[in-house]
């Protein structure tokens, strides 16, 4: 899996607080061509670090991959029709452990839902067999690790309704899949998670540092489980925006769109934090092909970011806005839509 978005330059004052050290949490000066911003607010911080920028590819980086890998980077199509049983966890992500819920978006008129696990060759070689399969009428099934599940392998789900609609209809279906970390990973993991564990931090600071964690780890799933709740209970823009993100870098767009939108109110006057968003929707509308959308929201994003003094970040976006034109005026669709899951019937 790849995370977060571009890390930016840091430059860690000598008087940082030392818990904000430890979880991550740091003041940072940014500096573009010689520019320096000044941080944003202490609750913002450690989002900020890859809120901002470019996405970086960290695919690929973790000690258990294996075989091709099992995680995409990037943006991913998908989650954008609601009649489709679209798979939410586990979603291009890794497992701590064999035994995980199972979990996947309602559809209307739909009294049972078919269940399947798909072991694969590997990340890129295709389904190979069923594993293990169950019928509910509910959205959710826990998975507790009978056949156990081999940390080396890739796993998909697929869930069909009564009707016969499977998730694997839905373009993000070729990476809604996850793998499961070997045992020494997963104590590595609980070690660190336990030197984040501090009266110290505020709620949110607490499911930042842990978020950013779980995905040094791509565990990606794991990240959303730790935000959302505390977006539940204390809603911001910081918590709505980096959602939106781990939303869409999982391929479920609907719910990306709705945190974004959320941001966008939450962030009032806070012209930076607007810009983020409003560039998350525009994108958001680019992989769904719907220019005519995408172009006004990406211009609003651009003059938010050049309100906000991020001059490289709205000169970046506005090239992406011309290329964005050119496809438009030449008919071109910018985002490929077509991929199927290997062995899909």
């Known amino acids: 899996m790849t995370y977060f978005l571009k890390r930016l330059q840091r430059l860690i ?6 818990r904000l050290y430890r979880t991550g949490l740091l003041v940072t000066v940014l500096v573009w061509g010689g520019l320096v911003v000044p941080p944003p607010p202490l609750a913002q911080a450690q989002v900020f670090n890859f809120l901002f920028g470019g996405r970086e590819n960290r695919g690929g980086r973790a000690p258990n991959r294996r075989k091709g890998g099992g995680v995409r980077a990037g943006r991913l199509v998908g989650g954008f029709d609601i009649t489709i049983p679209v798979v939410i966890t586990p979603r291009n992500t890794f497992q701590p452990t064999d035994q995980f819920p199972i979990r996947w978006q309602p559809v209307v008129g739909v009294s049972t839902y078919t269940v399947r696990l798909w072991e694969w060759q590997d990340a890129n070689g295709g389904r190979q067999r069923v594993i293990w399969e169950t ?91 730790t935000l959302a709740p505390q977006f539940d209970a204390q809603p911001t823009a910081t918590l709505a925006l980096a959602l939106g993100d781990l939303y869409s870098f999982s391929g479920l767009n609907t719910l990306a769109a709705h945190h974004y939108t959320q941001a966008l109110d939450l962030a009032a006057t806070d012209q930076l934090w607007q810009a983020i968003a409003l560039e998350g929707l525009g994108e958001l509308s680019v992989l769904r092909n719907d220019l005519t959308t995408a172009l006004p929201q990406l211009r609003q994003a651009q003059t938010h970011y050049t309100a906000a003094n991020t001059p490289l970040k709205a000169n970046q976006l506005r090239q992406r806005i011309a290329l964005l034109e050119h496809a438009q005026r030449l008919g071109l669709q910018p985002s490929d839509t077509s991929e199927v899951c290997n062995g899909n019937p």
């Not at 004052?13 to 030392?18: A, E």
């Not at 070690?191 to 930042?208: G, H, K, M, V, Y």
């Open 13 to 18: 004052l000598s008087t940082i607080n030392y």
């Open 135 to 225: 019928t509910t009428p509910d959205t959710t099934v826990t998975y507790r690790g009978e056949p156990p599940l081999a940390p080396e392998t890739f796993y998909s789900i697929e869930v069909i309704t009564d009707q016969g609609v499977s998730s694997e209809q839905d373009p993000g279906c070729a990476i809604a899949g996850f793998a499961v970390l070997f045992p020494e990973m997963r104590s590595q993991l609980y070690t660190e998670l336990a030197t984040l564990d501090s009266p110290d931090l505020s709620p949110e600071e607490q499911a930042l540092a842990t978020a950013e964690l779980y995905l040094d780890y791509q565990m990606l799933d794991a990240a959303i489980a």
